[in-house]
């Protein structure tokens, strides 16, 4: 990499400076970015990443960096797309990332894995975008569990109906954005559909100059909606099933992609599950009004079962509360405090194995100090007691 001189006031001035406002930097990030710059590092914000190297795209262009430095045993710390990062030359003089910055938020989902890991999607969004497909019958759960993570990850949800050509009634298409909405409770509902343009102008401003994560399963229509987004073909489109609107994975890592009108987006693949991590914040906001209801309720510690003065049945008895949300809002909750659970015996059952390690070394590192037979013989002056 080129060794490149830096001000470190310089990354006060993103437009000026660093063409890498369009990528998102700003004040903030160029704050922490300062001790970087002192350091002589280039800033970049992390485009790609894939076995064990990333894209990044610097202010002088994109370039193909390791990742060594900044390898943790921690999932939901390694490098992901969105990503601030500090770029700098390894022994061999090639780039390499040395530190990531703070993240200001951070999209995660546990793994499939029975050792209950987290995975980052994406760091630093402003916009968690959930693309649910039309071709399909609504999966109220689904986007439940959707929401309730993109709450947790500090970024405004929004839900997009897509492939609203689909639906050619207005009144169907109308029942489908209202029982959305009331899965999603303060979040925006947009129907789309890249074929006819229907919300794409709308969802186009929503997302200038912001970042944002576009997430769903397999078949949503992603990538179709980012091609119509960017104006150009920068993804790959594979043909859907008409008969359940399932399809193969389009996307097959995570990318970066600047939008015409200023902004970022970053598209996914399709993802077969979404399981909650540390999700208590973001469930308690996507059932925000169940956690309103239960406010009221006359117990404050009131389980919403058969207890007197229950708000929340109360709700649900006079029809203002659908029964499937409670029962959705009781799974969700008990899927997330079992994973913690687990989360926390992994991590003291691997805490106690560094223990054991660290206790291990230290004996051998004794031993190797002592010498033969603990040290007697610098000690005795031969074979005799030296005690």
Not at 28 to 42: N, T
Not at 194 to 212: I, M, P, Y
Not at 214 to 243: F, W
Not at 305 to 327: K, N, T, Y
Request: glycine letters at 12%; hydrophobic letters at 35%; proline letters at 6%.
């Amino acid at each position: 990499m080129n060794d490149v001189p830096h001000d470190p006031h310089a990354p006060h001035d993103p437009h000026a400076r660093h063409g890498l406002a369009r990528f998102g930097w700003n004040d903030e990030v160029a704050d922490a970015f300062v001790p970087h710059a002192a350091a002589g590092l280039l800033p970049a914000r992390i485009a790609r990443v894939d076995r064990g190297r990333c894209e990044a795209i610097t202010p002088h262009g994109t370039v193909h960096a390791g990742i060594e430095p900044v390898a943790t045993h921690d999932p939901t710390r390694w490098l992901t797309t969105g990503d601030w990062a500090a770029i700098g030359d390894d022994a061999q003089g090639r780039p390499e990332v040395k530190a990531i910055l703070p993240r200001r938020t951070a999209f995660l989902r546990s793994t499939s894995s029975k050792r209950s890991e987290g995975q980052v999607l994406a760091a630093n969004v402003d916009h968690a975008v959930v693309a649910v497909s039309l071709a399909a019958e609504l999966d109220l759960g689904r986007i439940e569990r959707f929401v309730s993570l993109a709450w947790t990850s500090g970024a405004q949800p929004l839900v997009l109906l897509t492939k609203t050509d689909l639906v050619p009634d207005p009144d169907t298409l109308a029942h489908l954005v209202a029982d959305t909405e009331t899965v999603a409770p303060g979040v925006r509902v947009l129907p789309v559909s890249s074929r006819t343009g229907e919300g794409v102008d709308l969802l186009r401003a929503l997302l200038t100059g912001g970042s944002t994560v576009l997430l769903g399963v397999s078949g949503a229509g992603k990538s179709t909606l980012t091609n119509t987004l960017v104006g150009r073909e920068v993804q790959q489109v594979n043909t859907i099933r008409d008969s359940d609107g399932k399809g193969r994975h389009t996307t097959t890592a995570r990318d970066l992609i600047p939008l015409p009108d200023g902004g970022v987006l970053i598209d996914t693949p399709g993802l077969r599950g979404v399981g909650l991590w540390d999700a208590g914040e973001g469930l308690e906001q996507a059932f925000a009004e169940i956690e309103e209801l239960a406010a009221q309720c006359r117990f404050h510690d009131c389980g919403h079962h058969s207890e007197p003065g229950c708000a929340v049945l109360a709700a649900i008895a006079d029809g203002s509360l659908p029964e499937r949300r409670l029962d959705s809002y009781r799974k969700l909750l008990r899927e997330n405090e079992r994973l913690a659970a687990r989360t926390d015996a992994r991590l003291r059952a691997e805490q106690r194995q560094r223990f054991k390690q660290r206790q291990a070394t230290g004996r051998h590192m004794m031993e190797r100090k002592r010498g033969p037979a603990g040290g007697r013989s610098r000690r005795g002056g031969g074979g005799g007691s030296g005690w």
